[in-house]
């Protein structure tokens, strides 16, 4: 019995800690592997969490911007209805415009069109 545990020893042994060995290799290559990927879905969050920061303050921003605009728009649109209800005909006058004669375009007839109610 000791001569046949000797020979499986021997022979078997070295092989199966290579097996052993390789297992423990590859456990540690699949869990280097879940590890970097975790890390690059820990990156890849707080970019989009970082993006979607960034969209919030630029849109409140613009929103601020339109509000801004919008309102002088409505101070410009203020001015304009004062501008237009001072002009009339003797500031026209006064800036060197004058009425006109005003001539219209006709045209003249040339012929007739006679339907007939033949049928044929």
Known sequence: ???ATLKFK???GNHGMSIVNNNHSMQAVLLNIML?????????YFFLLGNTVFNIVARKSIETNSRVLSSDVGQMELQYIALSNKVNLTLAQSMGFQETKIKYATAKNVGSL??????L
Not at 114 to 119: G, R, T, V, Y
Request: proline share 0%; charged share 15%.
């Open 10 to 12: 021997r022979y078997g």
């Open 114 to 119: 006679k339907i007939s109610n033949n049928e």
């Open 36 to 44: 970097w990927s975790a890390g690059a879905l820990v990156l890849f």
């Open 1 to 3: 019995m000791t001569t």
